[in-house]
């Protein structure tokens, strides 16, 4: 089973510039979650899609985050216009159901902001 | 108080020694607990779900005490591959699957 793929898997920008991020999860995943983890702490949950409807995004700085999924399958992560505090790995994962499955998570995408 | 709560530790214990973590959890409603091991500049992986009655893997037994409201997690006869950090998981009060910030385990020669 292919799992979650993720691109691209290191990204370097400076604050202001934009940024975004790809998503394909394992096949017959309806949930798909981006998580933003900081050097240090554990992963944070940015926003939850159930197919392609958004199931919770209260942790998403809609100021600056936007994501989408668009066919309920890939996802896309878009960051305009990157802070310094945005520098950290981003985390795509999907599951079987909402909440109650494990998350099984892509490699992340290591965004560093100058 | 955080939603899911650990000791950042680290842990440092010998090749062979017992050592276990706990974390807590402040939604009393929480369903769902997971272990996941993290290693370093690499993504979380599942080590284990967490079930009422509890389970074990080989060296690992995961428990839950919905009484006290933590899970915990033994690691018995520890390796140097265990070297890690263990993250746990739990529904938040929006039954959304919420990380701990993570226990830092090093086992050392």
């Known amino acids: 089973e292919a799992g979650v793929a993720q691109s691209p898997r290191y990204k370097i920008i400076e604050k202001r510039q934009s940024v975004a991020f790809w998503c394909n999860p394992i096949?017959?995943?309806?949930?798909l979650y981006w998580y933003q983890q900081i050097l240090g702490q554990g992963p944070k949950l940015l926003i939850q899609f159930q197919n392609n409807g958004v199931v919770d995004d209260s942790q998403l700085p809609k100021d600056r985050f936007s994501a989408e999924r668009l066919k309920g399958v890939d996802s896309t992560l878009k960051i305009q216009p990157a802070k310094l505090e945005d520098s950290a790995v981003y985390l795509c994962a999907s599951s079987l159901a909402v909440n109650n499955s494990p998350l099984h998570f892509g490699n992340g995408t290591r965004l560093t902001v100058t | 108080r955080k939603e899911v709560e650990q000791d950042p530790g680290p842990f440092n214990v010998p090749e062979g020694a017992t050592v276990a973590f706990n974390c807590t959890y402040s939604?009393?409603?929480?369903?769902?607990f997971f272990w996941y091991r993290q290693d370093c500049r690499k993504e979380p992986k599942l080590l284990m779900s967490v079930y009422s009655s509890g389970n074990e893997d080989g060296r690992f037994t995961a428990q839950l005490n919905r009484a006290s409201q933590y899970i915990s997690l033994l690691i018995r006869d520890s390796k140097l591959s265990d070297s890690a950090t263990y993250l746990c998981?739990?529904?938040?009060?929006?039954?959304?699957?919420?990380f701990g910030g993570g226990t830092r385990l090093m086992v050392k020669p």
């Open positions: 096949s017959g995943h309806a949930t």
């Open positions: 998981v739990g529904n938040n009060a929006g039954n959304m699957l919420t």
């Open positions: 939604n009393s409603a929480s369903q769902s």
